[in-house]
């Protein structure tokens, strides 16, 4: 049986923590930025922990 490939769009998405959480940038932080107030886009500009629902899929995607 093949070696499983991981996925290259959430290799460049995903980081991996020492304990093995999942983390992700937050979205709305791309473009148009004058419109967002700036506690809105400190707020988005820090990572967090992906969901619980999502966890299971990604992680098979990650190769993990």
Excluded: C, Q, Y
Aim: charged fraction near 40%; avoid cysteine.
């Amino acid at each position: 049986m093949p070696k499983m490939k991981t996925d290259s769009g959430a290799k460049k998405r995903i980081k991996i923590t020492g304990t093995g959480k999942l983390r992700r940038r937050k979205a709305f932080r791309g473009h148009l930025m004058e419109t967002k107030s700036s506690v809105r886009t400190r707020r988005l500009g820090r990572e967090t922990d992906l969901s619980k629902g999502l966890e299971k899929n990604v992680k098979k995607l990650m190769g993990l």
